[in-house]
């Protein structure tokens, strides 16, 4: 079992967006034995479902943005996951600062370090909650190919070929 958490700053935006695609095309694949899961470093909207304009560009492309609910990350997150893919600099370093010791800080990794575009494994995701429409065209565009790629790295590991 691997287990996959995103983490940015709201969980209404990029992280979500980022959970159900990376799922949806598990399920396509057939990975049974990979889970996924989203929080956000704030905990200003627990509860609520994704923002409108990150579920209206998912549903456009063709995937379920109804079932996610907001959730924070807490240190609970460092024992339930394998892998914490953060979406900027600053979820980084928040998600860094509740580390316990190496095997917590050593789980956790820049979501576009997955991105075959990125211009640096460093990259952001863009916050698009700051942005305008471009910005949340633009995220889908960055989380739709790095989650292709990282849905490829699972069946390349679980083929033996990385
Ligand atoms: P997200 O976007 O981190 O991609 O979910 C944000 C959503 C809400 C806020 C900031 C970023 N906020 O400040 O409420």
Redesign the pocket.
């Known amino acids: 079992m691997t287990r996959i958490a995103f983490v940015?700053?709201?969980?209404?935006?990029?992280?979500?967006?980022a959970d159900v695609i990376v799922r949806h095309h598990l399920e396509q694949a057939g990975l049974d034995d990979v889970e996924v899961a989203s929080s956000?470093t704030?905990d200003?909207?627990v509860g609520e479902p994704m923002?409108e304009r990150?579920a209206a560009r998912l549903a456009a492309a063709g995937y379920d943005p109804s079932g996610h609910r907001?959730r924070t990350f807490t240190v609970d997150w460092f024992d339930r996951h394998d892998l914490i893919l953060t979406?900027d600099a600053a979820?980084r370093a928040d998600v860094l600062a509740l580390a316990r010791d190496d095997t917590d800080r050593a789980k956790v990794r820049m979501f576009r370090s997955f991105d075959p575009q990125a211009p640096s494994p460093d990259a952001d995701?863009p916050?698009?909650?700051?942005g305008g429409p471009d910005t949340f065209d633009e995220?889908l565009g960055i989380i739709e190919r790095t989650a292709h790629q990282i849905v490829r790295h699972l069946l390349d590991e679980r083929a033996g070929r990385v």
Do not use: E, F, K, Q
């Open positions: 940015c700053l709201g969980n209404i935006c990029r992280s979500p967006t956000g704030g200003w909207h923002d990150s907001a979406m979820n995701v916050d698009p909650w700051y995220v």
